[in-house]
């Protein structure tokens, strides 16, 4: 399992050479994510067109990583590309589809069983093609990625929208679409659209109850789900250096919330004590030997508002802990208000569980700050009055925490150990009482608490907030109780307080473990045979996308008029429908089932105009398929918000349906419908949504002379037979167009293949 050296030595010796060409070129100090940008061009694109770019750009990342649910179509699109072999190092990491019910003992035979013939694709196209495998129970994702891989000036990109999590360890590193890394796994040029900068300054220390998590949590409050669109978010001053290079991860991680196309942190100390904690002394000192590059220049720290777009300031002593939620990770509430909030509100105060892990929360340091909470509880007599849940976040973390102790503490609590994956925190929790769909509250340190997702209760409440304000709020088993003020009645009817968290920022003894769950692949892949059984409920071979014909698409009919959020989940749903992801019809029955029809306030109900009768969203949409009527899809903001899941583009593709027309996207979304060959397009006038009607027929009038820059006319044809003609802008390059017009990029890619 080699983390690369040579590879990251070879990025270290041409980034002072690249870094310095570019600063010539924009006659500026600059950025750390400007250095990384400028040191990863590729070798394609032109560093003036680059510098002066404001569209998309061609990179070329040094890594792919790729967690199983979305590795399954991933990897069935580049069985497709005609390669032999992964262009640049990439993995498989198998987290996602192991429920989290008994414990982890049960949980992971039962997964086993239920995922085995998954698994075992995974597992036998990662040989073939060379690429690197961890086995179910290694880890989540994102945790077994900053323990081995990350490294401080990388740019890596991942099948998951907290693929970021590696910018605590200072890389650009972004959530993609599968065809993203099938792009770069065949080694092309990856495109992105060229971020703007926000700049957080942190100064001051955190203190006493106040967690990395806490940054996170106040700056989602401060940008909301979608204020960090289309920027990356670059973390410095002293604040930031005072802190441990997990919790720049947590920070990074949840910075998925605000949309950000990525975050991170500059070189320091933190990372380097990492690096060499995790068994790469080597990589630290190579970055060593390069550190005046991995870190933003002086000046720009030293005046952000002259080079950022926008700079946002916190101080760490102050800043109070905060509880996210619920429904929505950017609704910031300081500890101090929950209850007054919670009963304005009417949400339940009662915490019926506790939830600490993911790859959000996972690390040693955050266990060890939650127990210190659980043992306080344990020396106190106090009995927890909430259920709790713990995800280590890889085998290796588990393996530490298990010999010093930690876990048998939480048990000693009442607490239920699951597998090292993700769990609940995707909706992969078979919760006990969950059908009964009663209201209720949870609390996690997780990073995401849309309606749904952890238990498919609409009316569980999630919260997020840090693994030490988890374990405090568990135990209390009170939403509004405030640890730093109030106090908790224990066994002998007294009243205690629980004194502020403590922990380890790294294992005093080091890290350890027996069997880190790696697999490499083999050397020559050429004979390994990839098996999928023609009968197979949950893996399917692609079919490629046909080509659009040059024509304009006229006749389409109104699917769906999404009311407010519309994110993946609501678009392709997670939990039971993980199963379905290597196969595109099957998971295609959830497609827009979670979203509201703007025209009867419910969800999975649309009109079909064939029948005049109302069906599912699937169901419609499969009806209109059969008779070959094409259709739209209208939306409202920053649609597609949440997951990298390129299954929320291709099922509508697969389905039918030929048009995304919404008030705005979320980046990842717009990104992978423009790879699938379907048309994202957001209203000139936003106004205009209010005039889509639910019998509407539209028509194209000028799609065949589709080019970059010129909006496309659409002619609304209502029942009454009146019309509505609306303008709709798009962000198509020449390339992404030639995507459509291939019926993909793959298809693409396929061709170019054929040429050579």
Not at 258 to 277: P, Q, V
Not at 308 to 318: A, G, N, P, R, Y
Not at 634 to 647: A, I, K, L, T, W
Request: overall charge negative; aromatic content about 8%; charged content about 25%.
């Amino acid at each position: 399992m080699a983390f690369d050296i040579d590879m990251i030595k070879a990025v270290y010796s041409s980034m002072g050479e690249k870094i310095e060409a570019a600063r010539k070129v924009v006659n500026k100090p600059l950025t750390l994510s400007e250095k990384i940008l400028y040191s990863h061009l590729h070798e394609e694109q032109n560093l003036e067109n680059f510098v002066r770019a404001k569209s998309y750009v061609n990179f070329a990342p040094d890594r792919v990583a790729m967690q199983d649910a979305t590795a399954q179509m991933a990897l069935l699109q580049f069985m497709q590309a005609g390669k032999k072999q992964a262009a640049v190092p990439s993995t498989v990491h198998c987290d996602h589809l192991i429920l989290a019910k008994e414990g982890a003992k049960e949980d992971l035979k039962s997964s086993l069983t239920a995922s085995g013939e998954v698994f075992n694709f995974l597992e036998s196209v990662s040989n073939k093609y060379g690429i690197g495998f961890w086995k179910p129970g290694a880890g989540i994702i994102h945790q077994v990625v900053l323990e081995n891989y990350a490294f401080p000036g990388g740019m890596m990109i991942g099948t998951d929208s907290h693929t970021v999590n590696a910018g605590g360890l200072g890389m650009v590193a972004i959530g993609v679409g599968g065809a993203d890394a099938v792009d770069v796994m065949a080694g092309m040029p990856w495109e992105l659209k060229m971020p703007k900068m926000i700049g957080v300054k942190l100064t001051g220390k955190l203190n006493g109850w106040t967690a990395p998590k806490d940054v996170i949590l106040k700056v989602a409050g401060i940008l909301t789900v979608k204020g960090g669109t289309g920027a990356i978010v670059e973390y410095f001053g002293e604040g930031a250096t005072s802190m441990s290079c997990t919790g720049k991860g947590t920070i990074c991680n949840m910075g998925a919330e605000i949309g950000a196309t990525t975050s991170t942190f500059g070189y320091d100390d933190s990372m380097e004590r990492y690096l060499r904690a995790t068994g790469r002394a080597d990589v630290a000192d190579a970055a060593n030997a390069v550190r005046e590059h991995l870190t933003g220049d002086d000046e720009v720290y030293a005046n952000p508002e002259k080079y950022f777009d926008q700079v946002i300031e916190i101080d760490l002593s102050t800043l109070e802990p905060h509880i996210n939620g619920p429904f929505t990770p950017d609704r910031a509430t300081p500890v101090s208000k929950m209850r007054e909030e919670a009963e304005k509100n009417g949400w339940p105060t009662k915490v019926e569980w506790g939830l600490i892990g993911s790859c959000t929360n996972s690390s040693y340091e955050d266990l060890t700050r939650a127990v210190s909470i659980a043992q306080q509880a344990i020396d106190k007599k106090i009995t927890a009055k909430s259920d709790f849940g713990i995800n280590p976040g890889s085998e290796q973390i588990r393996f530490t925490v298990d010999r010093d102790g930690i876990l048998q503490v939480f048990e000693d609590l009442g607490a239920r150990i699951f597998t090292n994956a993700c769990g609940p925190c995707i909706g992969q929790w078979d919760r006990a009482g969950a059908d009964k769909k009663e209201k209720n509250t949870i609390i996690h340190s997780f990073n995401r608490n849309f309606s749904k997702r952890a238990d498919g209760n609409p009316n569980t409440h999630a919260f997020v907030t840090s693994p030490e304000l988890v374990a405090a709020l568990a135990i209390s088993g009170d939403l509004g109780f405030n640890p730093l003020t109030d106090t908790l009645t224990n066994a002998d009817g007294e009243q205690v307080k629980l004194d502020p968290p403590s922990g380890f920022e790294l294992p005093e003894k080091g890290f350890d473990v027996e069997d880190n769950g790696y697999q490499a692949p083999a050397e020559d892949g050429s004979d390994v045979e990839v098996k999928v059984a023609p009968d197979s409920k949950r893996l399917q071979l692609l079919t490629p996308f046909k080509p659009w014909d040059g024509n304009n698409i006229t006749g389409m009919k109104l699917l769906i008029k999404a009311k407010g959020k519309c994110t993946t989940d609501h678009i392709s749903m997670a939990g039971p429908w993980l199963r379905f992801r290597g196969h595109l019809d099957n998971i295609s029955d959830n497609t827009l089932t979670g979203a509201v029809n703007f025209f009867n306030d419910a969800t999975d109900s649309v009109k079909n105009q064939i029948t005049g009768e109302y069906g599912t969203v699937p169901a419609v949409q499969r009806a209109y398929k059969a008779e070959g009527i094409p259709t739209i899809v209208v939306g409202d903001h920053n649609y597609g918000e949440g997951s990298s899941r390129e299954h929320a583009a291709m099922q509508p593709r697969h389905l039918g349906v030929k048009v995304i027309l919404v008030k705005s996207f979320a980046r990842i979304h717009e990104t992978n419908l423009k790879k699938q060959g379907m048309l994202g397009l957001t209203f000139a006038n936003e106004a205009d949504y209010d005039k889509i009607q639910e019998d509407d027929t539209f028509d194209f009038l000028d799609l065949d002379q589709f080019a970059p820059e010129k909006p496309l006319t659409l002619l609304v044809k209502h029942a009454d037979g009146s019309e509505d003609t609306i303008k709709a802008n798009h962000t198509y390059n020449n390339q992404q167009i030639a995507w459509y017009k291939a019926g993909s990029a793959l298809n693409l890619i396929k061709e170019k293949e054929k040429a050579n």
